[in-house]
């Protein structure tokens, strides 16, 4: 009877430090994106007091030089320091896929609550909008839009946040029919309280959690997506520092041998971006973990 | 007068194949207990549902307190309807926000339904809560820190907190262990007798219905099949569906298989 017993306990000892382990490893990647994505934020407020030199300062006697103890990371084709440049840049880029995410944030969820809530001909009408959204690629929906008003960091912030709503929409839409379905929100309803408050007081802020989560994998996208428009010519504009346009300027460079100013402004986009849906999976996993 | 009149009141569903609710008529009067029960899908739960308004019957009236239901109700009737009829769901763990504590829940209905603010809302607040026996140290607790029945006092105490004439609980017990269970039956007797609030109480439960109701309607297949006073109805049924619930209770010396035996002997005698 004792051996049965032992052997449970010792399985059970395993499939419990297994889990642990996982649990743990999840924690420390989170915990290392978070921190990634806390230096970076840190870097583009104190840009002016950490970076070395000024970011446009052209100075084409030192173009392109090698990393030195004067340069760490390097001058560009106009011998601009790259490492300012990435310094400074991290202000436009985070501050571009900020925009993009809050916007879409906001209409997405407007909508994919208003969907749910309503339900009908509202969900059919706001459903469909939302899949023509979906079916038209967001990079030629902002190269449109750019065609139309002009290149630039605003118009391509406004278009992908259009292009970002169904994502949002999609998700909130989903998490808040299942949340109006619960007694308390059926209680509150019985109450005579008002859709409004009922959603804006209780089921936004009950999904909030998976919202958060959807949002900060937007995040990471929408900086892939802003440095690619940048890189095409459609969002900033020379000579402004943004990691994008940077590793677009440093492409002739790049075949002249001197690889510092595309690949470092192409590395932070790595590492944030990666440290971006770290973050998303981990609160998406702790969502689910309570949740559940 | 009655607090609630039920009459003719039907409901099918699926384009009239699946017959929920059909021809249920009762009165309710002021004060009074009504317990409601049958086995799952008898229809009782659809039954609250057209009741509470979260559906519209296909036919037939409900009257809570001198009014009609209309079948679109605005939030204004809503709002009124709420001052008269209160509902407790079955499900504790669900039926309270997860992000609001007792004393956030409480506050929230009191000035909704009475506008009372400051001072008059706290004292407000503290009577309901007192009156459900809710402890102290629970009051500022979120609902994941509360026991089941601790979260059915809360659904209660907000039930009551809008001072309604008829409470509507919907299997309220039915999720709770058994001595929890005898202390929210006790907890809502004492209620009845302090605020003379009316109660229908749906339930699958014959033995939580003996001790809470005085009226009971036997609800098969959509249909009343018996009605009268509770005490008589389960010493004395008269309809088999009654008896076969009855012999479902278990029981010293109960035999399972005799029920199920029974329950085919029913069935097909109705067939």
Known sequence: ?292 | MSILTVDGLSKSYDHGRVQAVTDVSFELAQGGTLGVVGESGSGKTTLSRLITGIEQPDSGRIVVAGTELEARTSRRARHERAGIMQMVFQDPYQSLDPRQTPEEAIDEIITLHGGLRGAARTARRREVLDQVDLPERARRALPRDLSGGQRQRVAIARALAASPRLLLLDEATSALDVSVQAQILRLLARIRADTGVAIVFVSHDLEVVRSITEELIVMFRGEVVESGETSRVLRDPQHPYTRLLLSSVPRPGWDPDQVSRDRRTFLRQLA
């Open chain 1, 1 to 292: 009877m004792t051996l049965p017993t032992t052997e449970t306990r010792s399985t059970h000892l395993l499939t419990r430090r297994s889990w642990l382990a996982i649990r743990h490893r999840g924690n420390a990647l989170t915990l290392a994106a978070v921190i990634a994505l806390g230096v970076l934020v840190l870097v583009a407020i104190l840009a002016p007091v950490i970076a070395p030199y000024d970011p446009n300062q052209v100075s084409l006697i030192d173009a392109l030089q090698p990393p030195s103890a004067a340069h760490l990371l390097g001058t560009d084709e106009a011998g601009r320091d790259v490492l300012s440049r990435v310094i400074w840049g991290a202000r436009i880029s985070l501050l571009g896929p900020l925009g993009v995410v809050l916007g879409s944030t906001l209409i997405g969820v407007t909508v994919g609550v208003l969907s749910a809530w309503r339900g009908g001909w509202v969900d059919a009408t706001a459903s469909r909008f939302v899949e023509i959204l979906f079916a038209f690629p967001g990079v030629l929906l902002a190269i449109l839009i750019v065609a139309v008003f002009g290149p630039g960091l605003a118009s391509t912030v406004v278009a992908l946040a259009v292009a970002y709503i169904p994502y949002m929409a999609r998700t909130t839409r989903s998490v808040a029919l299942a949340e109006r379905q619960t007694p308390y929100i059926r209680a509150l309803e019985l109450q005579g309280m008002s859709a409004w408050r009922i959603t804006s007081l209780h089921l936004v802020p009950n999904i909030a959690p998976f919202v958060l989560a959807q949002a900060t994998l937007c995040f990471g996208y929408a900086m892939i997506d802003l440095a690619g428009l940048s890189f095409l010519g459609f969002g900033v504009q020379p000579p402004e520092a943004d990691w994008g346009a940077m590793v677009a300027a440093g492409q002739a460079a790049l075949i002249q041998g001197s690889p510092a100013p595309a690949l470092a402004p192409g590395a932070v986009i790595v590492i944030a971006v990666v440290s971006f849906s770290l973050l998303g999976e981990g609160i998406a996993e702790r969502v689910r973990r309570t949740s559940a």
